[in-house]
């Protein structure tokens, strides 16, 4: 194996991981390209993002999403590796970074704007340092590549399908992601419809990992819960859990997480089955013009009386949404910033047009939310 070294900006070696890859993606949702040998140890340069979780599978302009500084960096480096992790905000020092974070590769564009594509998923060997307030700072920590594991088989009988011993053949139909995910898409069919799952199974095809990840990133799960799928190895148990959510759907509720962290009282924003997709098959993450990253649901409804606008007009001045204008949305209790309003204010010709178009809908920040969904 050949290595390169490198210097961080905080004067750090690292070692290069383009020499550890295997040759290709064999998953659809992974698209071209070399990925990293799972179990491998690695020393990989990686950001700290605050209340975002990603999933392997999502893709991000680099120019977009991050700090022209970083870019820099990472150019300057050569670095075609990085990992992005969940930063919890701890009140004192800074963020506390997650166990399991995702591994990106860098590739240009054909305009040479460099994209990320979110491709497997990594584990901390230590338990991660706490990143102080900057969260543009690259850090490089040893971490695991986490494994992809298909279902439950490896600890089954060798000669299960033949002789099951006491395996009943439902209990291994429970641990088989094939089997979980059909159960999945015959009883929500409706719900994962609205979330816009008909736009994503074109592009993946029937693939249980791709579909635990797309569930995982989709569902009205609040970051410990996405953060938890995450750490997940087996997409058949991301499968099981979200058959509890889903089973669950038309009750779960999303509260507000700051009143319910604070005040110990509940607050209800919006519900569940209000969650639709602007643009099918859109990614929910976005970033506002001072570089802040946000996660996005977008609703048609919110519980009016538990909110309050800004007293400002409308604006359409860097709206994620063209030919809609948008005021933000406060917590009415506690004053959190809740996200926003978003109000047509032309019919010009854009995306999704010929569609029915809201006249006005809510893109809540999901780190500011938190669901009655089972853990
Ligand atoms: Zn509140």
Redesign the pocket.
């Known amino acids: 194996m050949i290595s390169q070294t490198a210097r961080t900006s905080s004067g750090a070696r690292i070692t290069t991981v383009s020499s550890m890859t295997t040759s290709s993606s064999t998953y659809a949702y992974l698209h071209d390209g070399p990925s990293l040998h799972p179990h491998a140890i690695v020393d990989l340069t990686y950001l700290c993002l605050v209340d975002v979780v990603l999933f392997p599978g999502e893709r991000l302009s680099f120019e977009q999403y991050f700090d022209p500084s970083v870019r820099h960096a990472i150019v300057e480096q050569n670095i075609s590796y990085f990992g992005l992790v969940l930063g919890q905000v701890h009140p004192e020092v800074g963020y506390v970074p997650a166990q399991v974070g995702t591994v990106w590769t860098l590739t240009f564009g054909a305009d040479r704007r460099l994209e990320c594509h979110a491709r497997q998923r990594f584990r901390f060997c230590q338990p991660p340092s706490t990143v102080t307030w900057n969260t543009h700072s690259l850090h490089v920590a040893k971490v695991e590549i986490c494994p992809e594991l298909d279902d439950l088989g490896h600890k089954l009988p060798r000669d299960f399908s033949r002789n099951c011993g006491f395996w009943s053949s439902w209990e291994i139909a429970r641990f088989h992601g094939p089997t979980v995910m059909t159960r999945l898409i015959g009883h929500y069919r409706d719900v994962l419809h609205q979330w816009g799952y008909a736009e994503e199974r074109e592009k993946q095809g029937d693939e249980p990992r791709a579909f635990s990840y797309w569930l995982a990133r989709t569902a009205p799960l609040s970051n410990v819960q996405r953060q938890s799928m995450l750490a997940l190895d087996l997409p058949v148990l991301r499968l099981q859990r979200m058959l509890s959510v889903l089973a669950a759907e038309n009750q779960m509720m999303l509260y507000?997480i700051?009143?319910n962290d604070k005040n110990k009282r509940t607050?209800a924003i919006t519900h569940a089955q209000s969650i639709f997709q602007v643009t099918p098959g859109q990614s929910g993450n976005y970033v506002n013009p001072s570089g802040f990253f946000h996660q996005a649901l977008t609703v048609s409804h919110v519980q009016e009386m538990n909110i309050e606008l800004e007293d400002e007009e409308p604006t359409m001045e860097d709206s994620w949404f063209e030919g809609y204008a948008w005021t933000i949305v406060y917590?009415h209790?506690?004053?959190?910033h809740l996200g926003w309003q978003f109000d047509r204010v032309s019919d010009s010709s854009v995306e999704g047009e010929g569609e029915e178009r809201k006249d006005q809908f809510f893109g809540l920040r999901r780190a500011a939310l938190l669901s009655n969904a089972r853990e």
Do not use: L, M, S
């Open positions: 507000c700051a009143c607050t917590c209790v506690c004053k959190t």
